[in-house]
């Protein structure tokens, strides 16, 4: 008897020992883990946009907001495929947009865009990525030096509820700048 509850100490101990794992090992684990979500995330991502690898990279690169100089001043400057949100006919969306916000719901965005033309912001619209995520544009231009025109006017307008990294120009990847006429 006394063999038989050695025996199943043993086998228990064994079983706690042998289960327990550093907290080193447990955290090598969770980054396999997450490296191989995000592999999968962008191998979705390259499969959906039919990029190949360096398109694909470079629109990766320009979605993350960087500072950028126009016309001598720093601006933060990002890029995404974008369109116009539906229910905005007549909107012609051009390469540079001065956007004020982005948001996951488009009510709040049109919402947004509403309280910013009775503001004075006439020409405000609303565009979005695939994802969707919603951007609240209050001017749109042909070259980043205009778009920062409506940059300006939105930080110096105090009335408007910004959150950083915005207002920021939007660089449309999707639509090209007219080319200047030789």
Do not use: H, W
């Not at 080193?24 to 979500?37: F, G």
């Not at 400057?77 to 051009?94: C, P, R, W």
């Not at 209050?138 to 915005?166: C, F, M, Q, S």
């Amino acid at each position: 008897m006394r063999i038989r509850n050695l025996t199943i100490m043993a086998i228990g101990t064994a079983l706690i020992f042998g289960g327990c794992r550093t907290t080193e090992q447990k955290e090598n684990d969770y980054a396999n883990a997450y490296q191989t979500a995000i592999k999968a995330i962008e191998e979705k991502k390259k499969a959906d946009n039919d990029l190949d690898d360096a398109e694909l990279l470079a629109m990766q690169q320009a979605s993350y907001p960087k500072f950028q100089e126009v016309n001598g001043e720093q601006v933060r400057m990002t890029g995404k495929f974008v369109k116009v949100s539906d229910g905005q006919e007549g909107i012609a969306l051009k390469k540079y947009n001065a956007v004020v916000a982005e948001f996951r719901q488009l009510f709040n965005a049109n919402s947004m865009a509403k309280r910013l033309r009775d503001a004075g912001y006439d020409g405000t619209f609303v565009v979005e990525t695939k994802e969707p995520i919603y951007y609240v544009v209050v001017a749109t231009a042909d070259t980043a030096e205009e778009a920062l025109e409506g940059v300006k006017r939105l930080r110096a307008d105090e009335k408007v509820v910004k959150k950083e990294p915005y207002p920021l120009i939007l660089n449309a990847g999707n639509v090209t700048a007219p080319q200047p006429a030789k």
